[in-house]
């Protein structure tokens, strides 16, 4: 007799009706609503990664659903456990304290490896390299809110080298004493990317996750229409600037509002590789394209970039777009992004 096999959606879908339990998440917020197709729209939510992460799926069956984003958030907290940089113990956390990891997780090599490309593509505007500024503003800001001294300033920068990152295998090295990296400009997206993947293994065709501004799409909401994504002034989070229709593809949002370390925001998490400080010309930059994980490395590159150079850097990759808001609140638009907006007055993403 031949086995079901137990990653068929269609198997999994019996089997959960049949009463076998689904991997429950532990959300904090659940919304289960029937559709009148007789389809069935789940939300569920939780906090992780600094911000609510949020499924919103549909499906005929509910038991699938709630199974499958299960299994998604499941994804979720193992990636974290991996590529969390405030933990210790995580493979990022080994590496940073250690200089050097043996039998890295794939997923850590991988997500190097995209870094460096993007690094590359961006040149050199992207660099996980950068952990050790980041870490001298959070402590600086922690003792007394002030600019860090010139000493310490430059022996951070002297630890910023994207090029003393050695991937052999599953073997990595920081070749510089003192280096760190910091992953915060692309995991987030990458761990969105592998919820996504999670979904569309159970059959799951028709959802949105969002994961505070990393957005990833598929098909349509209940009413036939492609998901509704607002897009926020960071000035005021009232003013929608823009609003995006998505049945595919990713949306990711960069903003030096995200982490300040002073009341004005001039010191934030976001800092050059080159001068160690954070930019100035461009509140926010929002990129559209066909994964979280590059949208999201790409928007933090191009806020390192002026107004205008960042802009005509998205315009030069195919199947990207972006918007930046400039300091005065302005648009700076690349050449395809109205193509992808509606207007609305609706806020949020849905």
């Known amino acids: 007799m031949t086995r079901p096999r137990e990653d068929d959606p269609g198997t999994t879908a019996a089997l959960l009706e049949l009463g076998f339990e689904p991997a429950r998440p532990t959300p904090e917020h659940l919304e289960d609503t029937l559709l009148p197709s ?27 659903l709630e199974d499958a984003a299960g299994r998604a958030f499941g994804e979720m907290d193992r990636l ?39 690094h590359t ?43 003393s990152v050695h991937v052999a295998g599953s073997d990595v090295r920081l070749d510089r004493d003192g280096m760190g990296v910091t992953l915060d400009g692309i995991a987030k997206g990458f761990i969105v990317d592998a919820m996504a993947a999670v979904l569309e293994a159970h059959g799951i065709e028709r959802f949105l996750i969002d994961a505070g501004g990393d957005i990833r799409a598929s098909g349509e909401r209940e009413d036939g229409s492609g998901w509704q994504v607002a897009i926020r002034d960071p000035r005021d989070g009232t003013v929608l600037p823009a609003a995006l229709v998505m ?15 002073d009341p004005e925001g001039s010191w934030h998490h976001i800092v050059s590789s080159r001068t160690g400080r954070s930019p100035g010309d461009l ?68």
């Open 121 to 163: 593509a961006t040149g050199g505007a992207f660099d996980i390299t950068v952990q050790p500024i980041v870490d001298l503003l959070h402590r600086t800001a922690e003792e007394d809110g002030g600019a860090p001294d010139e000493a310490s300033w430059r022996e951070a920068l002297e630890r910023v080298d994207a090029a």
């Open 247 to 261: 049945s595919g593809g990713a949306v990711a949002t960069s903003g030096g509002y995200e982490a300040r370390y």
């Open 80 to 118: 974290i456990g991996l590529l969390n940089r405030f933990d210790s113990a995580s493979a990022v956390g080994v590496l940073n304290s250690e200089g050097r990891i043996r039998g890295a997780p794939p997923e850590l090599t991988a997500l190097l490896d995209r870094s460096s490309a993007v």
């Open 38 to 64: 007789g389809d069935h729209k789940l939300v569920m939510d939780r906090r992780a990664m600094s911000t609510r992460v949020s499924v919103a799926a549909i499906h005929p069956s509910r038991h699938l």
């Open 283 to 350: 509140l926010s930059v929002t990129v559209t394209g066909p994964n979280v994980y590059a949208a999201d490395a790409l928007a933090t590159a191009a806020l390192l970039m002026s107004p205008r150079e960042g802009a005509r850097f998205i315009d030069s990759l195919p199947g990207f777009e972006c918007m930046a808001i400039d300091a005065e609140g302005r648009l700076v638009l690349s050449a395809g992004w109205n193509g992808l907006t509606v207007t609305s007055q609706e806020e949020g993403v849905r």
